[in-house]
């Protein structure tokens, strides 16, 4: 992407806030952003932006020495999540369209994400997209994509809502691979955290073997990359997944809130901030 | 202050704005932001935001070649805030609480600030501003003292803003000096801004001779430094005068909208990022 400086602004805020979380003290902090800052001057030019979060953000854990600053912070939002979920299952079981009740709620749970500096209440959150028109809405095509698929896979992305996806995972009337990080980055969901959502209830587990943001397929271990070869569908939540891999074809389907002007300018002209993206690739 | 920390992003994304104001191209806005990262790391410890504000912007200036790379964002900031004049003067003319309702004004002209990263509409925020209760309100105190001053020395903030200050300098029952920056700083409003606004058909215009954000004492004239040191009443408006003159006694009433935390913070427990003040020194 051509735009990534707008992207230091962030990194900066998400290494301050890392650093706080950590528990690290003033200087610590000052420490870790001028280390950050100093890998943002240095950093190539033709990096995507979720390849440079995992580059500042592995320097950010090895200086930090934590290997998983966001742990707590990802425990809340699931939490918060599975406290919402019998309000969320009411919401799809009395809806007179319940796959599309659920791909909404399944976007609206991508609200939950510590790369952006947001300040949201959950449940109005929900309220919102449920109410709100789509930016971009393939959802025909995903609805047709979906009554001839023998299974999906989903690509996961942060703690909490994993919630929401496994609401959405249980209307789908069809096998569910569910992937997640290989290791902690940001708040993004691991192995444990789709287990504390119960997604592992309703879907195979599987690991991208990838501890960078979005799925970064070169970065990816051999077994997910024949995982993802061989998918014919392909569910992707969030931004980073489709700053990664936007020009990865039409099985893939992108279910996101545009959060920030980079993506919002990159999903459609004249998409605005705050726009939610059903979009096929 | 102890949380500048926190201001680091926002001088990062300044940096770029600026540049790309100046019509830097992505090396060079590179080049800039890289400079910036280096400045940052190496900066003193107990410098307050707006000092090292000023630092930043100095150093922008200078790389970008561009004396004033806000000069056109400053001109049209004002554009439109002169479009809504009349509007704003019906609104007061048409008021039992006319003082009231020019402090409120002088507050949502406040939003306008190119230091924050704010997307607002300039109407929606005067209806805002107008029904919201004040998160501090010294208003009382505010009044008293106009009852028995001579004069008030007027601290301006930024562009645009300066349109609004007029409304309420015209409400006044008392004359006013106006103090403008030495030299562009931001988007904030320098001699030639604050005549493009007509504040110079209100009230006296008097430079600070500084251009660092906010109210630096030691780096304003020592014209200005006497003006300050005899004035007996001033309103400072904005963030950066509120962060460099909050100590500075009970002849000062801050008039802002708390646009960040750090500031929100500091003005008082539980004050919420959006709330309008109107607090004594």
Redesign the interface.
């Known amino acids: 992407m ?1 735009t990534f ?2 992207c ?3 990194f ?2 998400q290494a ?1 806030e890392a650093a706080r979380m950590a528990g690290a003290d ?1 200087q610590g ?2 420490r870790l ?2 280390l950050v ?2 890998e ?2 240095e950093i190539p ?1 033709d990096m995507t932006p979720p390849e440079m979060a995992g580059r500042i953000h592995r320097l950010v854990r090895q200086e930090l020495g934590d290997g998983d600053p966001y742990r707590e912070a990802k425990q809340t939002s699931t939490q918060q999540a599975l406290a919402l979920y019998p309000r969320l299952r009411a919401l799809v079981d009395g809806s007179g369209e319940p796959m599309d009740r659920a791909v909404r709620l399944a976007i609206a749970g991508n609200i939950i994400d510590r790369g952006m500096d947001l ?1 949201y209440d959950l449940w109005e959150t929900v309220e919102r997209v449920l109410a709100q028109p789509f930016a971009v809405d393939d959802g025909a095509a995903l609805r047709a994509a979906l009554s001839g698929a023998q299974e999906v896979l989903y690509l996961a992305d942060n703690a909490g809502e994993t919630v929401f996806d496994r609401v959405l995972i249980e209307t789908l009337d069809v096998p569910v691979r569910y992937a997640v990080k290989g290791g902690p980055i940001l708040n993004d969901a691991t192995l444990e955290d789709a287990v504390a959502a119960g997604v592992d209830r309703v879907a195979a587990l599987v690991s991208t073997g990838s501890n960078a943001p979005g799925t970064i397929l070169s970065d990816c271990s051999a077994a997910f990359r024949r995982v993802f070869d061989q998918a014919e569908l392909i569910i992707a939540k969030g931004q980073a997944n489709y700053e990664t891999l936007s020009e990865a074809g039409p099985r893939l389907f992108f279910l996101l809130q545009a959060k920030c002007p980079v993506i919002a300018r990159d999903v459609g002209a004249g998409v605005p ?1 705050g726009s939610i993206v059903l979009k096929q690739g």
């Open positions: 051509k400086l707008d230091y602004p962030c900066v805020r301050l003033e902090q000052r952003l001028g800052m100093g943002l001057r030019l300040d901030v």
